[in-house]
């Protein structure tokens, strides 16, 4: 059986559970207190970082590495598609999400209200989520800027960079987080990528202590 | 002519710089000082970072994005060869360098030695570098075990993973921050990608104020 060691609200971990049931790879779920940095984990990863996925006696760890492996192996539906320029946009936007936007925004609010109370390294500092709130805001409407001209964020078919975007997002509106009535392209792309097959057991989630929100799993949010 | 925006001591530029040169594809360098955020440089990349690479008229951003770019279109010779195994080791080393490495050491030396000073942005912070100096040992280390093993960090054949890991070490060698003596394998690798001709460019860098020593060029270091 496959085996994916995550946690429930890495944003990392989402993006490859997203690729493995839109794929309809089915794969075990394992949550993996990495910060306690366990023997075998670190054998596993050396980053001490999740998501790690076991398959077929293989072990992988990066979850940009894992999503074109995927991509590559089971290339039904392409998430990396159309032709070597497209696959840059996609590419570039995925960095923007797991990268830019993690800085600013997702280990600003996700990680100062949740990671340092799960990880018990701290309380949250109102400086971070202060800003983490204020550049939210100019992610959504970067967003919002690329949805009026494209039907996804990359162009005109679903890819990876919608997918590493909503794994961000989803994390943020599980803590409410996320204002969906800045922006009415944005709360309509969300709406589409929610109501996939692939996101239901990402809405599933409950981290103990922290309840989503009512209109989390609700796909008329 | 293609044009590449760039900072001669990024490490991010420097990757995307020696595939360039691998491939044999000329390019103008320019110059960016993108922490002032002249709004030119920002319609081309609203992240506001280097590199950017214009070519065909074309804008394209986020280094990783760019590497997979130039290696589908310019495929002679192959930076991400072999099977989908083989690619996602290679992506999963890119991954540990931009980021992980990146993380405990790029940003903790340089950017607190060169880039502060000359972004006009603070002082170093000595527990920074303290951090760092202590945190580029263990990746010496890292290296030194995946080289006992293989000829080139990912495999038997060089790959992006080894231009990512000589543009971060290259930038750190700049400020002699690199104890080349640590390890006689990791020593090797370096003169052997040093010698490159796609080098040469990057051992030719002056950073005003900031002096390289005299190893720093030097094939017999």
Chains 1, 2 share one sequence.
Not at 29 to 53: C, H, I, Q, S, T
Not at 97 to 104: G, Q, T
Not at 131 to 139: T, V
Request: net charge positive; charged share 30%.
């Amino acid at each position: 059986m496959n085996r994916l060691y995550h946690m429930p609200l890495s944003p990392f971990c989402r993006k490859v559970r997203l690729v493995l049931a839109e794929k309809r790879i089915e794969v075990e779920l394992v949550e993996e207190r990495y910060w306690e940095r366990d023997a075998d984990f670190m054998r596993r990863n050396p980053a001490g970082k999740v998501p790690v996925l076991r398959m077929d006696g293989r072990t992988m760890a990066e979850s940009q590495a894992i999503c074109e492996f995927l991509d590559e192996v089971y290339p039904e539906p392409k998430l990396l598609p159309g032709g070597p320029v497209e696959r840059c946009e996609a590419r570039r936007l995925v960095c923007w999400f797991d990268d830019k936007f993690h800085h600013e925004v997702t280990s600003k609010l996700l990680y100062e209200r949740v990671n340092k109370k799960v990880t018990k390294s701290g309380y949250p500092d109102s400086r971070n989520v202060k800003a983490g709130a204020a550049a939210i805001k100019f992610h959504i409407d970067y967003m919002g800027w690329l949805l009026d001209q494209r039907r996804w964020l990359a162009g005109d078919v679903m890819t990876l960079a919608d997918f590493a975007a909503a794994a961000h997002l989803s994390c943020l509106d599980y803590i409410s987080d996320v204002d969906w009535n800045r922006n009415a392209a944005v709360k309509d792309w969300y709406a589409k990528i929610k109501s996939r097959p692939a996101f239901r057991n990402i809405l599933a989630d409950q981290v103990p202590g922290f309840p989503p929100p009512r209109h989390y799993a609700n796909l008329d949010f």
